[in-house]
T-cell receptor, first 110, second 114 residues
Framework: GQSLEQPSEVTAVEGAIVQINCTYQTSGFYGLSWYQQHDGGAPTFLSYNALDGLEETGRFSSFLSRSDSYGYLLLQELQMKDSASYFCAVRDKGNTPLVFGKGTRLSVIA | EAGVTQFPSHSVIEKGQTVTLRCDPISGHDNLYWYRRVMGKEIKFLLHFVKESKQDESGMPNNRFLAERTGGTYSTLKVQPAELEDSGVYFC????????????FGEGSRLTVL
């Protein structure tokens, strides 16, 4: 099976940078995804890393190190609207389900 | 293009009753998934359809849960009889490709069992 660990809560100041870490244990590895969910809303796809390195999409970046079974989501120039829960998710094979972590609740304060 | 839609958005029932949740995936998405999130816990996989076939139902908790996807379009998830521990938010997601890391989720159906 798979397991993922990520911090339960993070608080950061508007305009700052925050990093949300995710470590995983899987029998195989088919990629690490990140999702954002605002309260009462749908989880929304942010990024996907299959290979080591940094992927940048606007203010959000995602990093993967397969040798360390570790990844992170980096949010820059934080805005109040970034307050949400962020989930990392992994798949260990192409035909197995996407498994989610428990989520990190990010609170952006003024 | 319409996203994934789920109905009802919220259902409150008593223990022992039956509830049926519906999901309409994005048109053309053969892959449809059901997930559940219980308060404060992970978004947990329930099952996966490819068209009308159950590809993986390893996450279904017990035989009180029945999922169908007749015709390979919309899907229903029936809980019968409901128990207190079934309370949570049931999410449906769809994707064009199998094995992708990008799923398109609906806003969920919040189930409260009293």
């Amino acid at each position: 099976g798979q397991s993922l660990e990520q911090p339960s809560e993070v608080t950061a100041v508007e305009g700052a940078i925050v990093q949300i870490n995710c470590t995983y244990q899987t029998s195989g590895f088919y990629g690490l995804s990140w999702y954002q969910q605002h309260d009462g809303g749908a989880p929304t796809f942010l990024s996907y890393n299959a290979l080591d390195g940094l992927e940048e999409t606007g203010r959000f970046s995602s990093f993967l190190s397969r040798s360390d079974s570790y990844g992170y989501l980096l949010l820059q120039e934080l805005q109040m609207k970034d307050s949400a829960s962020y989930f990392c998710a992994v798949r260990d094979k192409g035909n197995t389900p996407l498994v989610f972590g428990k989520g990190t609740r990010l609170s952006v304060i003024a | 293009e319409a996203g994934v839609t789920q109905f009802p958005s919220h259902s409150v029932i008593e223990k022992g009753q039956t509830v049926t949740l519906r999901c309409d995936p994005i048109s053309g998405h053969d892959n449809l998934y059901w997930y559940r999130r219980v308060m404060g816990k992970e978004i947990k996989f329930l099952l996966h359809f490819v068209k009308e076939s159950k590809q993986d139902e390893s996450g279904m908790p017990n035989n009180r849960f029945l999922a169908e996807r007749t015709g390979g379009t919309y899907s229903t998830l029936k809980v019968q009889p409901a128990e207190l521990e079934d309370s949570g938010v049931y999410f449906c997601a769809s994707s064009l490709r199998t094995g992708t890391g990008e799923l398109f989720f609906g806003e969920g159906s919040r189930l409260t069992v009293l």
